[in-house]
């Protein structure tokens, strides 16, 4: 199953979605007739159709940024039921403006509207309900076993025990010297039904270990190694079971120079219109500033580029002047020097416009590893500390990332070390898709105040 299951069960659960969304609507019209079959004329149905089906790519696409097609989530417990209500009532909102502020389409159904809102919202319920049971019944589980026993594994093992949503079911675990036999590993195989595999030993060096699973091909299992797993499920890549090879086999393949052009040329494109529509809200934003906390509105700080090239990243003031006059500190949660328009700048990542500037001048992306701070870099020897984390530095940072969505603060060496995995995933899977994905979370976190 693996990650193909995981798509597979997102495609299912989007077209699970749609077919509830149109039922309801048909359910809807079916309603406001008065039970009436002579109503559902083509005419009277296509009408409303099209404004629908816009509004319901809308409701689609705040479900994804919500975070209603994100598997770690799909349990049938009180996160699920609050983040699923909180789009609900943002799609409500929409609606409501769509049909009575465009009135394009000459319909303002509010009989339909309402119908539609409630038949739709009870249906999705119980899909959501049954899908989410569904989901990690033991039928749809895939055996697991894992053959060595590493911190990284014990790592995974908790992660696949706390999400069965994702497919998979540890089994067993077994260490080398288990399996001096052949017959051994097979039997254990068979025995426990055993559909994956997942070796933290190098096979490389361990010949009896190449030889087991060997003589394992006829038993129709996928094997993988570690770091492949672990990134599969993470979405990050354990660096402490990776060697230089692994960045010789997944960043050395493919250059990428085409999806990096057009990155570059969108990121220009973005930014001027982003910076022509916030550029009327730069007093409003240095005057906030002024008026909280003496001090200047903008600020200039060394950051790390790409191939380690120092630049000066602009931002909107959020600490009291002269926050860091003892020297660079690492940020924190509820950090005191924050002030108070500064928390607010920061929770609607309003503090990072003047970047629009960086990615103009192509010191960073809309998408890339979070700039650090030469400092910590290079003063703190993050690179020394910490193994291959000059490779973040192969590419442009970003106002957003991989890591920064995915764990929001890094504020020690072993937070450091946390952020630097998830980069090392972006890095080897980085697309349009993935940015798209990066952005659209990004705004999630903005609308829950998640942001930084």
Known sequence: MGTLAVKIKKVLLLGGDLLILYLSLWLSLYLRSGLNPEYLKPGFVSQHFVPFSIIYSIWLLIFYIIGLYDLNIARNNLKFFTTLFRALLINIAI?????????????????????????????????????????????????????????????????????????????????????????????????????????????????????????????DITLYDLPT????????????????????????IEKKSLYETIKRILDILYALALGIVSLPFY??????????????????????????????????????????????????VNDPR????????????????????????????????????????????????????????????????WAQINFEYGASIEDTTEKLQYDLFYLKNRSFMLDLSIVLKTVKIIIGRGGR
């Open 95 to 219: 609606s409501v403006a769509f049909f009575y502020f465009i009135p394009y389409f000459g319909i303002t159904p509010k009989t339909v509207l309402f119908l539609n809102i409630m038949v739709f919202t009870a249906l999705l319920i119980i899909w959501r309900q049954i899908y989410n049971r569904v989901l990690i019944s033991t039928a749809l589980l895939d055996n697991l076993m894992i053959i060595g026993e590493t911190k990284e594994t014990k790592d995974l093992i908790k992660y696949v025990e706390g999400n069965p949503q994702l497919g998979f079911r540890i089994k067993r675990t077994v260490l080398p010297k288990d399996i001096e036999l052949i017959f051994d590993l097979i039997e254990r195989i068979v025995q426990d039904k055993i559909q994956t595999v997942v070796t933290a030993i190098d096979p490389h060096k361990d010949v009896n270990l190449v030889r087991n699973l060997y003589h394992c091909l006829p038993l």
């Open 229 to 252: 797993f672990y990134e599969k499920i993470t979405g990050k890549v354990p660096i402490s079971a990776i060697e230089e090879v692994w960045f010789l086999e997944n960043l050395m």
């Open 283 to 332: 007093p409003l934003i240095a005057l906030a500033i002024k008026l909280d906390t003496p001090g200047p509105a903008f600020y200039k700080q060394k950051r790390v580029g790409e191939n380690s090239q120092i630049f000066n990243v602009y931002k909107f003031r959020s600490m009291i002047d002269a926050a860091e006059k003892n020297g660079a500190q690492w940020a924190q």
């Open 338 to 401: 924050v002030t108070k328009i500064g928390k607010f700048l920061r929770a609607s990542r309003l503090d990072e416009l003047p970047q629009l500037y960086n990615v103009l001048r192509g010191d960073m992306s809309f998408v890339g590893p979070r700039p650090e701070r030469p400092e910590f870099v290079f003063g703190t020897n993050l690179q020394r500390q910490i193994p291959f984390y000059q490779i973040r530095h192969l590419v442009r940072p970003g106002l957003t990332g």
